[in-house]
T-cell receptor
Framework: GENVEQHPSTLSVQEGDSAVIKCTYS??????FPWYKQELGKRPQLIID?????GEKKDQRIAVTLNKTAKHFSLHITETQPEDSAVYFC?????????????FGTGTRLLVSP | DTEVTQTPKHLVMGMTNKKSLKCEQH?????MYWYKQKAKKPPELMFV???????INESVPSRFSPECPNSSLLNLHLHALQPEDSALYLC?????????????FGPGTRLTVT
């Protein structure tokens, strides 16, 4: 089955710096890679995702890159702000029947200091 | 309505109790999911319902019994739980059909088993 590794487990940056979180997956059939942000006591929120037919996707200050050959994908946050502080989970899934069986990485706790 | 809702927010139950968790969405999503999330861990998939039929059961103990009475509602019936079952139980939903569809999470029910 699919296995997703995520690094680093914690990341501390100064406000305005960039943050990068990296994930690797094991199953070459995976075709969907979402990223979720989870603030303390709250639900996971989908912040960006990428399909396997795309190499990069950007949405304002966040971007995701995918290297299918190496089975790597990464989340990039630029100009970080204190409100970016949260736990970030990557996930990978195989699915072409309309629902996704997500396997999550272990999470990265991002702390942005003012 | 663009949200997944869950009730109750918190639940404390003894090991001999029977209780139920409820999840509701009115986005027309036909895939619904139950996840379990322990503290400082990623969500783990428990069950997937597709068009009100159970499609995936991730070898979950029978003391957890899911039910999907209609396309908007998902229940999780709990009986004879163990203290290690204490966790945040998250519901999610996604559209159903061809292609890849994003999953959106509810706020969760924080369950404590005493």
């Amino acid at each position: 089955g699919e296995n997703v590794e995520q690094h680093p487990s914690t990341l501390s940056v100064q406000e305005g710096d960039s943050a990068v979180i990296k994930c690797t997956y094991s199953d070459s059939a995976s075709n969907y890679f979402p990223w979720y942000k989870q603030e303390l006591g709250k639900r996971p929120q989908l912040i960006i995702d990428i399909r396997s037919n795309v190499g990069e996707k950007k949405d304002q200050r966040i971007a995701v890159t995918l290297n299918k050959t190496a089975k790597h994908f990464s989340l990039h946050i630029t100009e970080t702000q204190p409100e970016d502080s949260a736990v970030y989970f990557c996930a990978a899934s195989i699915g072409n029947t309309g629902f996704q069986k997500l396997v999550f990485g272990t999470g990265t706790r991002l702390l942005v200091s003012p | 309505d663009t949200e997944v809702t869950q009730t109750p927010k918190h639940l404390v139950m003894g090991m001999t109790n029977k209780k139920s968790l409820k999840c509701e969405q009115h986005m027309g999503h036909r895939a619904m999911y139950w996840y379990k999330q322990k503290a400082k861990k990623p969500p783990e998939l428990m069950f997937v319902y597709s068009y009100e039929k159970l499609s995936i059961n991730e070898s979950v103990p029978s003391r957890f019994s899911p039910e999907c009475p209609n396309s908007s509602l998902l229940n999780l019936h709990l009986h004879a739980l163990q203290p290690e079952d204490s966790a945040l139980y998250l519901c999610a939903s996604s559209q159903q059909g061809t292609g890849i569809n994003e999953q959106y999470f509810g706020p969760g029910t924080r369950l404590t088993v005493t």
